[in-house]
């Protein structure tokens, strides 16, 4: 079953850190710790009963409580959707437009992809010379299709 801790927002990373040197210490029979970034102030913990969740969860600080109510996995089947990374749908020499940062606004070509790390090289495009810029790529949005760029 699945079971949801109320945490303070913020300290979620924290907090499953502290819980998973608990349950690795006191070898409890929790299978599974779950940190949604869309998911603030919330973690998620996949044990055999109640009772091992809250003796985990004991003393343990930012822990507000604990949800009243079990969820199945397929609540969270939205939030798995969601975590894909954000890398796969660009391709090398789309054109895109950053969302943030120094060069806000500013429209620029794809030229390298990492997929482990989650960034893109990018080379601006309406500035005199070039200059290639690492940037994470959830600060981009796709401007115009590499196969549509003649």
């Not at 990373?13 to 040197?21: D, P, Q, R, T």
């Not at 969740?53 to 199945?72: F, W």
């Amino acid at each position: 079953m699945l079971y949801t801790y109320r945490l303070t927002a913020g300290q979620e990373k924290i907090v499953a850190e502290m819980l998973a040197k608990r349950v690795e210490k006191e070898k409890l029979p929790i299978y599974s710790i779950a940190l949604f970034e869309d998911l603030k102030g919330y973690l998620i913990v996949e044990a055999a009963d109640e009772v091992t969740v809250r003796q985990a969860g004991m003393k343990i600080p930012h822990i507000r409580g604990l949800l009243s109510k079990s969820m199945e996995l397929s609540a969270l089947d939205s939030l798995i959707e969601a975590a894909k990374p954000a890398v796969m749908s660009f391709g090398k020499g789309d054109i895109v437009e950053l969302m943030s940062g120094p060069f806000k606004g500013e429209k620029a070509k794809i030229i390298r992809i990492d997929e482990n790390r989650e960034t893109v090289t990018v080379e601006l495009t309406d500035v005199a010379v070039p200059i290639p810029v690492t940037i994470k790529a959830d600060i981009i949005k796709i401007h115009q299709k590499a196969a549509d760029v003649k």
